[in-house]
């Protein structure tokens, strides 16, 4: 199975597991530090720009062993502006043995979608499938504490690279119990899920931990409710949680129900972001995936979609041809209808100056601290641009940065961020992986530079 679990009333996938492999291709390129850039696409023309105008994202579950087709790499690197790992980031795919972690097809994942410009949802930190043998045979607290560590492990290596993770995955059981599932890891304590949370944000304070789980899209559902009564919990309580994704496998067995915006609104209601995270749906209707992407748009807390795959033959369940293009690559009616919902009718900006923004350093006024940062252009895309800033004088260092609205920033490394009220001012603080640290921002049609504000020595 190469989904991430096998769903209650659905067909079994009768597609075999993706295995992650090494791909010399793509491994002399990286040697060789060549960078393979997309097409260049205006705002509006594209999934992936579209819905960054809508201040959201666009993306796709992506397969390390899928990167050495062409085919394949054109239509990621024009249409989706996020990533998600497909198998990659499993427990089984980077801890094979206990306490022997592996990252090499993850990281590739993760270096190819940080090129281009694009965020990086991470999946899965802690999960009852696709665990290792090792792991299969453990239980109590040596699994408790093998699970901690591996959160804790993983989260660590991709710190700074990884905007969301799923942390902890379809905890609870279908039908109409609303219990917690009976797993290895829930017989541990019903704390499980608690401490997961915890671990992770610990290993990455910057990024944005997600619940994940599949069947919780109609409101009126025991396990939808039983996920809301959880996430309420721990806002209430202080758990460090902040979205819950919502997988979205939609068929005739389990169809795309009317209130699904009800859904997405009461658990932004919540204070947490709401993320479609897998979408797909049975012959690809155009209207119902449109409905899909206009109660996204309709709830300011959700903040993106992902497809999970790109063309139907990359799909865990390619017979039912659920994805957004055929196999040989060929845009869908469905395509169209979501992409028109992302533009909401209106006419897509200006295609950006053919000029490039001038490069070359930019020194904050002086004051405010005892370290300098130095602010250099990147490569610069249809709708997007990656700026360098570099530190000086500082090993611990807090560096802010303004960008002109629209302009957001999507993406950033080598560093924990946080944004003002406007999220147009983003305060980098370094987290241990060098005094250089970059970002990605969408452009929306305007290119002005962003400017650095300050750097305070701490």
């Excluded at 819905?51 to 796709?60: H, K, N, P, Q, T």
């Excluded at 944005?208 to 599949?214: I, S």
């Excluded at 389990?254 to 997405?264: A, V």
């Excluded at 995270?277 to 996204?296: K, M, S």
Aim: contains cysteine.
């Amino acid at each position: 199975m190469i989904d991430s679990c096998q769903r209650n009333n659905r067909p079994r996938s009768t597609a075999r597991r993706r295995t992650a492999l090494a791909l010399a291709a793509v491994g002399l390129l990286a040697a060789a530090g060549a960078v393979v850039l997309p097409v260049a696409a205006s705002a509006g023309t594209t999934l992936g720009a579209s819905a960054a105008e809508r201040g959201r994202y666009f993306g796709a579950a992506v397969a390390a062993n899928k990167l050495s087709d062409s085919a394949y790499t054109t239509i990621l690197n024009r249409e989706f502006n996020s990533v998600t790992p497909e198998n990659e980031m499993k427990i089984d795919a980077t801890e094979p043995q206990q306490g022997q972690f592996t990252f090499t097809n993850a990281d590739r994942i993760v270096s190819h979608a940080r090129s281009r410009g694009m965020s990086v949802r991470g999946h899965t930190l802690a999960w009852h499938s696709q665990q290792p043998g090792w792991m299969q045979n453990m239980s109590g607290s040596a699994l408790r504490q093998a699970m901690l560590n591996h959160v804790t492990q993983v989260a660590t290596h991709f710190r700074g690279q990884v905007v969301a993770w799923d942390v902890v995955n379809e905890a609870f059981a279908d039908g109409g119990s609303g219990a917690r599932r009976d797993s290895n890891l829930q017989r541990t304590g019903n704390d499980w899920i608690e401490a997961a949370f915890r671990a992770a944000r610990a290993a990455d304070p910057g990024a944005k931990l997600c619940y994940n789980d599949y069947n919780t899209d109609d409101w009126t559902h025991a396990k939808t409710q039983a996920v809301y009564n959880l996430v309420r919990d721990f806002k209430q309580r202080g758990v460090p949680i902040d979205c819950v994704g919502l997988q979205s496998h939609f068929n005739s067995g389990s169809p795309y129900p009317g209130n699904y915006r009800t859904t997405l609104s009461s658990f932004a209601a919540l204070g947490v972001d709401v993320q479609i995270t897998e979408l797909d749906i049975q012959n690809a209707p155009a209207d119902t995936y449109r409905n899909v992407v206009n109660d996204c748009l309709a709830v300011a807390r959700c903040t993106g979609i992902t497809v999970w795959g790109i063309r139907d033959s990359d799909s865990w369940r390619a017979e039912q041809n659920p994805l957004l293009f055929t196999s040989s690559g060929a845009k869908k009616p469905a395509y169209d209808a979501v992409l028109a919902a992302l533009n909401g009718g209106t006419t897509p900006p200006t295609t950006p100056p053919t000029t490039p923004p001038t490069t070359g350093p930019t020194t904050p006024p002086p004051g405010g601290g005892s370290c300098t940062a130095t602010l250099r252009d990147g490569t610069r895309w249809g709708d997007r641009f990656n700026s360098e800033v570099t530190v000086t004088g500082a090993s611990n260092w807090t560096v802010v940065v303004a960008v002109t609205p629209p302009q957001k920033v999507s993406a950033t490394w080598n560093g924990t961020p946080s944004w003002d009220s406007s999220g147009n001012v983003m305060t980098m603080r370094s987290n241990g992986s060098g005094n250089v640290f970059g970002f990605t921002t969408m452009a929306n049609g305007n290119w002005t530079r962003p400017q650095v504000r300050s750097c305070t020595a701490s």
